[in-house]
């Protein structure tokens, strides 16, 4: 006869914007645009989002709480891409011209009722840098001369199950609203 497992199934999970085809296809074709060294590693076209809150990792049993905490008030906006740059750490992302309030108010409803709730393990973080990663390892990345804008209508926010086992892959848990 089976024992139980003494380590519960652990899943890693986050609430992020998920972009449609069209928006995905215009950071893909962005991305093309740049000068990326031989080391760099692109993003996946099917992993692109914006990361709102990372709730890390925990136990599988949790996900029916964690979708119950998570609806709040919501205003659809439109969100602007277009500063492409580098960061210290070599991981090239594009970066919304202005943070738009509706944004700022979603990422701060979602913390505080996470932690009204009392989410002992979501990680405490300071600061939101909203943007999507387009590489990783590019240190010596040069991005496009010019940037144009990608127009991205945000209408929902997502639950979203961040599978590190190869292939690596996301996938949609639960959308909001």
């Known amino acids: 006869m089976g024992q139980a497992s003494a380590h519960p199934q652990r899943v890693r999970l986050f609430v992020g914007l998920w972009p449609g085809e069209a928006v995905r296809d215009e950071i893909v074709d962005h991305a ?70 509706p944004l700022q108010m979603l990422h701060d409803r979602l913390g505080w009722a996470l932690r009204w709730h009392a989410a002992p393990w979501l990680p405490r973080r ?24 990608i127009a991205w209508p945000v209408t929902a926010y997502t639950l979203i199950e961040s599978d590190l086992r190869p292939p690596a892959r996301y996938r949609v848990l639960y959308e909001y609203p």
Request: proline share 13%; net charge positive; with cysteine.
């Open 32 to 101: 093309r645009r740049w000068t990326w060294p031989p080391q760099a590693r692109l993003t996946h076209r099917e992993r692109l989002h914006l990361t709102l809150c990372f709730l890390g990792e925990l136990p599988a049993e949790r996900i029916p709480e964690v979708v119950e905490r998570l609806p709040v008030r919501f205003e659809p906006f439109e969100l602007r891409l277009g500063e492409a740059e580098v960061w210290s750490g070599g991981t090239a992302v594009l970066r919304p011209l202005a943070v738009p309030a």
């Open 126 to 149: 300071s600061g939101f840098a909203p943007h999507v990663t387009l590489a990783r390892d590019v240190r010596a990345a040069l991005p496009p001369a010019r940037v144009l804008p």
